[in-house]
């Protein structure tokens, strides 16, 4: 009996468990999307007045994964290699619905996915709860399944490491770019990398070949106190205000995404060829003693994916 991708597969049963090519890669801490649907093409209206509809081809809905720091290094490698200017990386998999014994219950299986998108989560100095990196997927081919208990109590092999997650805070960071003191910015806006990825018609099949376009790389937003912005009043002079912004005055930097102990690095993006755009003055109320700060936002062309733990 077929299931539905987004009702039965992802219903509140225990831990969902992340397959690629064959290796356990770790327990998700959420999943979403993977339906599966049609769309319909409608006619020319003909002498009975009707309005004729018919199905168009399969589509498949992206898939979004949500993870704290465990993974095995094959995912995260994914998301590194995916990163890379003209790199094509897909990787086939299988996403299980399991008990909480990690006996599978239930599978959502993919082909041929591209990740169409990776969101690192925004950094706050004062923050508490823990953070998430998202990653989208968009396979060519998706198909559900029940799974029903196995006699011979057949479950995943998921380490500790991959079960529980490493603790990570948004509040334990560090930001490096060159010639600008980065040692007071507080905030730090969300960093989202996306793809497009286009769909391709092949001969009579009703399903698509899906290829990769472009990587658009977002802003880096970052907040800091005024009274340590003077490299950045500077770099927003000369760039924006007296236009000296070619290539050679663009900046490159790193974002590093620490363990609670603030020594040991979970993630280091790259970020290349920062171009200041913008820079807002928090005015603040009249006789506040709240800590006057500056926001800075600025263009990335290209991040990638260095270090993870």
């Given at each position: ?65 949500e993870v704290g720091v465990g993974m095995s290094a ?119 990398a996306r793809q497009a990825v286009v769909e391709r ?80 003055e928090d005015a603040g109320e009249a006789g506040s ?21």
């Amino acid at each position: 009996m077929p299931i539905s991708a987004s009702a039965r597969v992802y219903s509140p049963v225990g831990p969902r468990v992340l397959v690629l090519d064959g290796e356990v890669c770790g327990a998700l801490t959420s999943v979403t999307g993977g339906s599966i649907y049609a769309e319909f093409a409608t006619e020319k209206i003909g002498i009975d007045h009707l309005a004729r509809k018919h199905l168009a081809g399969v589509k498949y809905e992206d898939i979004a994964l949500e993870v704290g720091v465990g993974m095995s290094a094959r995912f995260y490698d994914w998301i590194k290699e995916s990163l890379q200017p003209g790199k094509l990386s897909r990787k086939d998999g299988t996403i299980y619905v399991c008990d909480y014994d990690y006996h599978p219950r239930g599978s959502l299986a993919f082909t041929h996915a591209l990740i169409s998108e990776v969101s690192f989560p925004a950094l706050d100095a004062a923050s508490k709860n823990a953070a998430k990196l998202t990653v989208k997927l968009a396979p060519e081919l998706i198909r559900s399944s029940r799974t029903p208990p196995k006699a011979d109590g057949t479950k995943l092999t998921v380490t500790k490491q991959q079960q529980q997650q490493q603790k990570w805070l948004p509040s334990n960071f560090k930001l490096e770019i060159d010639g600008l003191d980065c040692t007071h910015v507080n905030k730090i806006g969300p960093l989202v990398a996306r793809q497009a990825v286009v769909e391709r018609a092949v001969g009579e099949l009703r399903d698509y070949e899906r290829e990769p376009s472009h990587w658009d790389f977002g802003n880096l937003t970052v907040t800091l106190p005024e009274s340590h912005a003077e490299g950045w009043h500077q770099w927003h002079e000369d760039f924006v205000i007296k236009g000296e912004n070619d290539e050679g005055k663009e900046k490159n930097g790193s974002l590093v995404y620490l363990a609670p102990d603030l020594k040991t690095e979970l993630f280091r993006v790259k970020l290349s060829h920062l171009g200041i755009f913008r820079l807002h003055e928090d005015a603040g109320e009249a006789g506040s003693e709240q800590i006057h700060r500056i926001e800075a936002e600025m263009y990335c062309e290209q991040m990638e994916l260095q270090s993870h733990a």
